[in-house]
């Protein structure tokens, strides 16, 4: 077993496999709304496309999950956005603008019968920023495009594909670079382990409490556990990549590294 699967089957990965999505899907066609609202749930996104005729195929899926109001492989907006019962709209941009100014906004908010709000743009936004912010039901997943059927390129083909973003050449046929698309998959879930050490008793290494890599707190661990761990919460000794010393003690602001190992101590 490769270190990368050892890690995925660690953390007790659910990988689902979903009915192929067609055009119209968004629109409910082919039953696409309910398998795009399962795809909406997730925490990673496999499209898996035909090698020798990628290109139409990930446009159409794109499109249709775009629909949906999902966004692959970007962050939200840097937009601050706050309606108000007065005051109209009032528009704050901390850095240059290309394409909105302030009559493009109140353009488009009064699409949504909005008149009151205060806007805040902090990086160079666009209108399809601005309205993904208003409507607010977005979600924003990373992707991998699994590029099949490689036995049936040549090298300097598959030279090329290797420098699109996010993508991964693999062949189902014959497993070939599997092992790619599983260091690929560890690395987009952004995922860390962490091991709990009950007082006199060696870790626990079967079992890591898996958390987000935005959420990796002594705090974020506890709630994770049970919400009332954190009101019992004394401090925390911590071994491992994120302490300077092993144990170290630590308060509940500490970030955790993956494979941490701690242990909670109540009051």
Known sequence: ???TLA??????AELLDLPGIIEGAKDGKGRGRQVIAVARTC???L???DVLKPLGHKKIIENELEGFGIRLNSKPPNIGFKKKDKGGINLTATCPQ??????TVKSILAEYKIHNADVTLRSDATADDLIDVVEGNRVYIPCIYVLNKIDQISIEELDI???VPHCVPISAHHRWNFDDLLEKIWDYLKL???YTKPKGQLPDYTSPVVLPYSRTTVEDFCMKIHKNLIKEFKYALVWGLSVKHNPQKVGKDHTLEDEDVIQIVKK
């Open 1 to 3: 077993m490769s270190s």
């Open 7 to 12: 890690k995925i089957a660690e953390i007790e």
């Open 43 to 45: 925490n990673l996104i």
């Open 47 to 49: 499209i898996v496309l």
């Open 98 to 103: 290309s394409e909105l100014d302030a009559e």
């Open 161 to 163: 594909i290797y420098k």
């Open 192 to 194: 860390v382990r962490i």
